[in-house]
């Protein structure tokens, strides 16, 4: 699976942007898809996640209520709408593949995205 994100770029606090991740393959809707962000001198954190389904979706605290995560099997596409942006979601966006299972733990995910700059200024 090969995974392309796209839609980042730079906001004013309280803006707006949706991401994109476009898959490769034909079993897209069997792999739980998740968002990952990693701020400049951080570690990597989960985001969001998304069953393969769309039925089932994970939030970071930090998030909720702020960002949805969505799919569109037909299009092998997940997004990721984020509303209310604070300069402390400005980090490097990833999407991220799991064959197995929901969840927030990056082990859990088989592929990656190559990333996508959100840039929130204050």
């Known amino acids: 699976v090969q995974l392309q994100a796209s839609g980042g770029g730079l906001v004013q606090a309280g803006g707006s942007l949706r991401l994109s991740c476009a898959a490769s393959g034909r079993t897209f809707s069997t792999f739980v898809m998740g968002w990952f962000r990693q701020a400049p001198g951080k570690e990597r954190e989960f985001v969001a996640a998304?069953?393969?389904?769309?039925?089932?979706?994970y939030y970071q605290t930090s998030v909720k209520g702020r960002f949805t995560i969505s799919r569109v099997n037909a299009k092998n596409t997940v997004y990721l709408q984020m509303n209310s942006l604070k300069p402390e979601d400005t980090a490097v966006y990833y999407c991220?593949?799991?064959?197995?299972?929901?969840?927030?733990?990056?082990?859990?995910?088989?592929?990656w995205g190559q990333g996508t700059q959100v840039t929130v200024s204050s």
């Open positions: 998304i069953s393969g389904s769309g039925i089932t979706t």
């Open positions: 991220a593949a799991a064959r197995s299972r929901i969840g927030t733990a990056q082990a859990l995910y088989d592929y």
